[in-house]
């Protein structure tokens, strides 16, 4: 097996006094795309968050990246190192053109590791290719989704936190991405994505979690999980 490139162990997250995530571990290796299932209010969002370090963690746990301790970084540092976030509410800057966009997440190019171009992202997500000029604040949803991830790659990032790519946009939409990730990981870009659901999850994923009331509650294969109706009725139905 690979190298645990993201290694989360134990570790609480709090909103003021309550407790959102209760011992949460996980890993993710080189080359892997690892999927965090939930339902809504799961905690999928806040493990992202916590491992980001944006959400007080209450000192409890460790996570290591790329074998060094991350837990008690700023934020900015975290990404600096490689770790890239792209949040669930697409931020794109909406007075900025796309390749501005693009030009804002540009990092120092790291050693081993893919340096972004443009045309690299325009092969990566053909219908950013065709609107360089357009404004963000004039894209679609799906569109703003896609430069929210192509901006986080022109970082040059050993591992993306995806938080749930798929929610909202069109089933076309929804096809770019798999095809994106599916690129993403031949280029050497391990994932951690969030997903509500399968769907999507088990068109990318090697492996899933599944949280629960801020608490790991399964970890396996895909494979297993599509094979695993008790887990999937319990802590994936609707
Ligand atoms: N800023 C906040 N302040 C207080 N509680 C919060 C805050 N953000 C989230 N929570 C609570 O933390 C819990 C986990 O939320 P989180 O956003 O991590 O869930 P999620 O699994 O990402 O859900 P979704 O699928 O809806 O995105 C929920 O109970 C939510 O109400
Ligand atoms: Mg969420």
Same mark, same amino acid.
């Given at each position: 097996m690979s190298e645990v490139l993201l290694d989360v162990r134990g570790i609480d997250a709090w909103y003021g006094r309550a407790r959102i995530l209760d011992d949460v571990s996980l890993e993710v290796r080189r080359g892997e795309v690892v999927v965090l299932l939930g339902r809504n209010g799961a905690g999928k969002s806040t493990t992202i968050k916590a491992i980001m370090g !944006?959400?007080? /963690?209450?000192?409890?746990g460790r996570i290591e990246f790329l074998g060094r301790r991350i837990d008690g970084l700023a934020p900015f540092r975290i990404a600096r190192l490689g770790l890239g976030y792209v949040p669930e509410d697409r931020r794109v800057f909406t007075g900025l053109t796309v390749r501005e966009n693009l030009e804002v997440g540009r990092q120092a190019p790291r050693p081993g590791l893919p340096e972004w171009t443009w045309d690299e992202l325009a092969a990566l997500f053909p219908n950013l290719a065709q609107m360089p000029?357009? !404004?963000?604040? /004039?894209?679609s949803g799906g569109e703003q989704q896609m430069l929210t991830i192509a901006r986080t790659l022109m970082g040059n990032p050993a591992c993306i936190l995806l938080d749930?790519?798929?929610?909202?946009?069109?089933p076309v939409v929804v096809d770019q991405m798999v095809a994106a990730v599916d690129r993403l990981k031949a280029a050497g870009v391990s994932i951690l994505l969030s997903e509500q659901n399968l769907h999507f999850a088990r068109r990318v994923a090697d492996r899933a979690y599944i949280i629960e009331k801020g608490r790991m509650r399964y970890s396996g294969t895909i494979e297993q999980l599509e094979a695993d109706a008790d887990a999937r009725e319990q802590y994936l139905a609707v």
């Open positions: !944006l959400v007080s /963690r209450g000192g409890t000029d357009r !404004l963000a604040g /004039r894209m749930e790519p798929s929610e909202g946009v069109a």
